[in-house]
């Protein structure tokens, strides 16, 4: 039995006899509409169009801009930062570093995420009707479009951005490889990495993260690993011969805030992000008053 494939919103509006050709139309396409039928007249009828005289307009039409972003993230101080290169004639470059430490655990990912964002805003801005966005992390499609559910609070800001947005200005999202040659990925992804860069060598930041971003203790961070857990069937891993567990890494962030001499009662919440690979632990603590302190250990 043959299938019809009827896009009513998408990258190309009509009727396909393939998913592969109809995908093409929809995937990565914000706000896309299709259904599946079985018949020519059914599919004809739910676009409720004559296909042999489409009087629609061209997406091409639509005063397009193509964007490429990336993201990156610097374990030492919890920040994230985005680059995005606009190809508007003069290349214009943009670039920031995020300061929400509860999108850190997002690491590189909250960078990209912001940086699509501050793209979409510059191109509405600039009287954009339709962006195209080029990036290399699959979410930055997958949340906007909800083939991914977004649970934590940076994804979920992404999504009511876009949600937000995206019925003043057509987003299209297309994926590149990471690090495959792609000139302007490549130049988005320094550009990320170089606003981190200057914010870390900026005299007015550097001496604020040195009173934010703390070191742990490296005696008191063995002293609460290797002491005593009566529990059993504790989730574990192992980075340097250490064998954490969060209750144990919860409990070195404690011992380090009463050693500054705050009180344990005051703390809000505690996030502990933890960079295997590299062996970098980090603690945010968030006190009563939502202020926030954060403070690491690299265990190299």
């Known amino acids: 039995m043959s299938k019809y494939y009827a896009v009513r919103v998408g990258r190309e509006i009509g009727i396909f006899k393939t998913w592969e050709d109809c995908k093409r139309q ?16 059914e599919a004809k009828n739910y676009l409720n169009i004559n ?17 490429y972003v990336d993201g990156s993230y610097n374990d030492s101080i919890g920040r994230y930062s985005y680059g995005c290169i606009i190809l508007d004639g003069k290349k214009t470059k943009l ?14 990912v909250a960078g990209e995420l912001l940086g699509a964002m501050e793209a979409i805003k510059w191109a509405y801005n600039n009287n954009y009707e339709r962006i195209k966005i ?25 999504v009511h951005f876009v949600k937000g947005i995206r019925d003043k200005i057509q987003i299209d999202f297309i994926k590149v490889r990471a690090h495959s ?30 009173e934010v971003t703390q070191v742990i203790d490296y005696s008191l961070f063995v002293k609460v690993i290797k002491s005593e857990d009566s529990r059993r069937n504790v989730a574990s891993f192992n980075i340097k011969g250490y064998v954490l567990t969060e209750a144990k890494l919860i409990k070195v962030a404690r011992e380090f805030w009463k050693k500054k001499g705050n009180k344990v009662k005051d703390i809000d919440g505690i996030t502990i992000d933890v960079n295997i690979n590299h062996s970098i632990i980090n603690w945010l603590i968030i006190d009563k008053n939502q202020k926030q ?6 265990l190299n």
């Open 134 to 158: 080029f990036h290399d992390y699959e979410g930055i499609s997958k949340w906007a479009t909800g083939e991914w559910n977004a649970n934590k609070e940076g994804t979920k800001e992404y």
């Open 181 to 210: 040659g792609n000139e302007f990925n490549e130049e988005a992804d320094i550009l990320a990495k170089k606003a981190l860069d200057n914010f870390i060598g900026s005299d007015d930041n550097s001496q604020r993260l040195n």
């Open 51 to 67: 296909l042999s005289n489409i009087n629609l307009q061209s997406q091409e039409s639509l005063n397009t801009i193509e964007v």
């Open 293 to 298: 302190y954060t403070f690491s250990i690299n």
């Open 26 to 41: 929809i995937e990565g396409y914000s706000g896309a509409t299709y259904k599946s039928f079985s018949g020519l007249e």
């Open 95 to 108: 670039s920031g570093v995020g300061d929400n430490q509860k999108n850190s655990s997002l690491r590189n």
